[in-house]
């Protein structure tokens, strides 16, 4: 999985091949953890996916609180059953468990 054009681009890691392309949550940062893909888009959505080459699977999404200023640009981090984003000078947990 990669981000390119502000789509979520599936590639078939021995060939090359393009397996599907998808706008997901939008253009943003992504962390693999457990199994998921955990994508936050700029606009501060935060996704669930499931990564699988027979298209692109959002478990589940949710817009993060307001208050940080501008775009989400952090990578969210997941530890200790926790995930972690940061947003401007704030710092969200989730239980992840």
């Known amino acids: 999985h990669l981000r390119n054009s502000n789509l979520w681009v599936c590639l078939d890691w021995e060939t090359g091949e393009k397996k599907y392309m998808d706008k997901g949550v939008g253009k943003g940062s992504l962390t693999y953890a457990d199994g998921m893909l955990y994508t936050l888009s700029e606009d501060g959505v935060m996704g669930l996916v499931r990564p699988t080459p027979a298209g692109y ?6 817009k993060i609180p307001k208050g940080g200023k501008g775009n989400s640009w952090a990578h969210p981090v997941v530890c200790g059953g926790r995930l972690y984003i940061r947003h401007g000078e704030f710092l969200y947990a989730y239980s992840v468990r």
């Open 57 to 62: 699977e959002l478990v589940s999404s949710f």
